[in-house]
């Protein structure tokens, strides 16, 4: 029973560790890992020359070994442009280490040499992973964890990247213990180098114990781990743009099919490759026996018996195949009975005592360890026998040191609970901080939306010039009121993490166009020239966040005019390499000195204390600008000189979109049908008089019908009643809330057979949460006050087109 405890708590790790490292690998990719190598060789210190060596080891574990070389070149240039002996070393070993895996066998002696004689315990660490890993190709297990326990001691615990030495370390030491069967010490030592020693500051792309643990899986027979875990590495191996992760990927495919007794789908896993196996030919020793197998047992017997003399060749070369196993199952298929049970029965008596070999070498190593410990305890009891006083004051000292463990101990306790307040606190804090921001935006929009609503409705009434002077004022008052509340939801929503890109194929012409004829006619009032300047080469579809990369220009293309009197605003899109495009804004305004330039990135902060007094804004747009694009894998930069302009730039990831969204950018923002002359009848459901009556007063001169109830519970009786085109739906009312009620009107529906009538949330809730919430009770869009007409009219357009698919997405108001 216990052990059939541990072998599942052993399981559940391994499956929490595959977890983690997709989550990890899937975060970035090996574009940014050499992006993340480029600015390490611009650094003059050992930090930049271990990152480089990260870099380098990190693709050449993906059998990249022309790319290797290139980095490995960076690094020994580096490392003789420092003069740091250390990594001159390391490039050297990563030089043997190509050597090695390309095929010259000899070179390994000379990094087990290293291991012992290096001049430093990093060159040592390192050194020791090659020639184990050297050592455990060979079947010698025993020896090369033998090899990384020794290198292991000699790492110091206090030393700059000790971690590093120990990560490489744990990820051989999981290797040798995959090998020898043993899953939970397998597992974890590959947690302790994808989490414990790995530095979360480094890229890393790399999912190699993916395989290894599928590897470690179907050895032991359990195929749903197996499958589980080759479905990861197939998810990230068909996102990465290295062709020997594509191949290692197949050959991890065909060995987990080949598990599954499935040969046809190892036959599918392997068949890109072609018959001679083409770029995946490195890999025939295992692939050929998976291959010729799985012709055999699906009666392709002349096929399984090409591949067995491939295998032959490879053997008489002195490539350890699996000729004999592979030879039984053709002559099984070739009915040849009676000489295929001898040969397989041979074949499995060499395996069994290949395998005890193996184990008993690392048990030996084990024990080993044991008896020498043993030994170093029995000196010690012997020196304490002959020397009483000696032991007495061992005793006095242990006595000593377990009451100071005691105290310790309470003080840690002690210690923990403290910070366990702390952050119960600070978690408290931050809830009430998001609350108090959401009940006020809340209490905000209220009001500001009777301002903005009637100020946009009396526009469209004939008045005179004073008069509309007044109103436009009080219009755009109430509209930049409405900005700075956005920006500080966006702010904290930021500071707490609740901000996430969401990438979906857009036109990226069609955006950059559309910010441009957003702020010309501002330009133009103040005669400046506002320039966009769009690379042809980016036409077409993208894959990114349209919405939040509209944000990011609109805010710079707005502070550039700002602060720009005369000359002209540039805005411009290039493409820059790597699925990546650059963005520029360019000003000839004002400008802003060094001391200036580094506070502009802070929360309300701005160049000068006197920009707010003489331009305006809150010194929030380019916070939340660096924000967003950190969060889309970009870095907001800028230079400036007084009196002559400014240039703000980012460089942000954006591929082209495998499948271009089927509608194109004029879908995307459908023409609305023109509904202020339709005749529908509106139901509308709102607690306060003020929001009634704004609505009433915008669907006036139109030929619509409204109806309107105070609460969510009136609003369902109401709708029961039938006769309704739409709702118009507030979310916070007293008896029943919009949320409780657009499930209930969902509810009738369904119950009754009845059309689905479209359900707006008309509501001050503005917060993402509040969007999805809406979209779970069953809403088809959510409008945030305070509302134009224009846009009231535009998203009951919109909820009303034929065919349209329901989804609760926030619409824009102004």
Excluded at 60 to 83: K, P
Excluded at 86 to 95: F, P, S, T
Aim: proline share 3%.
């Amino acid at each position: 029973m216990a052990q059939s405890a541990a072998a599942a708590e052993g399981a559940a790790d391994a499956l929490a560790l595959a977890r983690f490292v997709e989550r990890r690998a899937a975060s970035t990719d090996f574009a940014a890992l050499e992006r993340f190598g480029l600015a390490a060789a611009e650094r003059r210190n050992r930090e930049g020359l271990n990152r480089l060596y990260h870099v380098t080891w990190t693709i050449l574990n993906q059998g990249e070994f022309e790319r290797a070389a290139v980095w490995n070149r960076r690094l020994a240039e580096a490392a003789r442009r420092q003069n740091d002996a250390r990594y001159i070393d390391i490039a050297a070993l990563n030089d043997l280490t190509v050597r090695y895996d390309q095929g010259e066998i000899g070179v390994a002696a000379e990094m087990e040499r290293t291991a012992r004689e290096g001049r430093d315990w990093f060159v040592r660490a390192h050194a020791a992973r090659l020639a184990a890993l050297a050592l455990m190709d060979e079947g010698h297990v025993g020896a090369g964890l033998e090899l990384l326990t020794r290198a292991q001691a000699d790492i110091p615990e206090d030393e700059p990247f000790a971690a590093t030495a120990q990560a490489g370390i744990w990820e051989v030491a999981g290797m040798g213990l995959k090998d020898l069967n043993d899953v939970e010490g397998a597992t974890a030592a590959f947690r302790k180098f994808e989490i414990e020693y790995s530095n979360p500051a480094y890229p890393r792309p790399d999912f190699d114990s993916l395989y290894n643990l599928t590897m470690m899986a179907v050895k032991v027979g359990d195929q749903a781990r197996a499958a589980e875990y080759y479905a990861a590495h197939h998810r990230l191996a068909a996102r990465s743009d290295l062709p020997t992760l594509a191949i290692y990927d197949a050959n991890l495919c065909a060995t987990v099919a080949d598990a599954r007794r499935a040969p046809r789908s190892v036959l599918a896993c392997v068949a890109p490759y072609g018959e001679s196996l083409g770029s995946a030919a490195f890999l025939a020793r295992d692939l050929l026996p998976l291959r010729a197998i799985a012709r055999a047992q699906t009666g392709q017997t002349a096929a399984a018996r090409r591949d067995l003399e491939a295998l032959r060749r490879l053997e008489a070369d002195g490539v350890g195949t699996e000729v004999d196993h592979v030879e039984a199952e053709v002559l099984f298929a070739e009915g040849r009975t009676a000489e295929a049970f001898r040969l397989l029965r041979a074949h499995m008596q060499e395996s069994e005592i290949a395998s005890a070999r193996s184990f008993s070498a690392g048990i030996h190593q084990v024990t080993g360890d044991m008896q020498q410990q043993l030994a170093e305890r029995r000196s010690q009891l012997e020196t304490a026998r002959a020397n009483t006083n000696l032991q007495w004051a061992v005793i006095a000292i242990g006595i000593i040191f377990l009451l100071c463990a005691v105290a310790t101990v309470v003080w840690l306790s002690r210690q923990a609970d403290q910070l366990r307040g702390a952050r119960r606190r600070a978690e408290e804090a931050n809830r009430t901080k998001s609350e108090f921001l959401a009940n006020m935006s809340h209490e905000i929009r209220t009001p500001l939306n009777g301002v903005v609503s009637m100020a946009d409705a009396l526009t469209r009434r004939p008045l005179g010039q004073p008069e509309r002077e007044m109103v436009e004022l009080i219009r755009s008052s109430g509209v930049t009121l409405e900005r700075l509340l956005s920006d500080i939801l966006d702010s904290a929503r930021m500071e707490s993490g609740q901000v996430a890109i969401e990438p979906a194929p857009f036109d990226l012409e069609q955006a950059v166009s559309d910010i441009g004829a957003l702020w010309r006619v501002k330009a133009e009032d103040k005669g400046v020239a506002l320039e966009v300047a769009f690379d042809p080469d980016l036409t077409g579809q993208f894959e990114g966040d349209a919405v939040r990369l509209r944000q990011i220009l609109t805010n710079l293309v707005n502070n550039a005019l700002k602060f720009t009197s005369h000359g002209h605003v540039r805005l411009s899109v290039a493409a820059a390499g790597d699925d990546r495009v650059a963005f520029r804004v360019s000003d000839t305004g004002v400008g802003f000195d060094r001391e200036q330039r580094s506070r502009i990135f802070r929360r309300f902060q701005q160049a000068d204390g006197s920009i707010t007094r003489r331009y305006g804004g809150t010194g929030l747009g380019l916070a939340i600008s660096t924000s967003l694009v950190e969060l889309m894998g970009g870095a907001l930069d800028c230079e400036s000189t007084p009196g002559e302009g400014s240039t703000f730039w980012f460089e942000i990831p954006l591929p082209r979109a495998e499948q271009p969204a089927a509608q194109t950018a004029a879908a995307a923002q459908p023409a609305t049908r023109d509904v202020e002359g339709a005749a529908l009848r509106i139901l509308l459901a709102d607690d306060h008089p003020a929001n009634r009556k704004v609505v009433e007063i915008m669907v006036g001169g139109t030929g619509m019908e409204l109806v309107t109830v105070e609460n969510g519970q009136e609003a369902v009786e109401a709708f029961v009643g039938g006769g309704f085109d739409l709702v118009l739906m507030d979310m916070q009312m007293p008896v029943m809330d919009g949320l409780s009620a657009t499930a209930a009107i969902r509810a009738h529906e369904a119950d009754h057979g009845l059309r689905r009538t479209p359900v707006l949330m008309l509501t001050a809730n503005a917060m993402s949460e509040h969007v999805e919430a809406g979209r779970a009770a069953g809403a088809d869009g959510h409008l945030t006050k305070p509302v134009t007409m224009a846009g009231l009219f535009d998203a009951i357009g919109t909820a009303l087109e034929p065919g349209r698919e329901p989804q609760a997405e926030a619409l824009e108001t102004a």
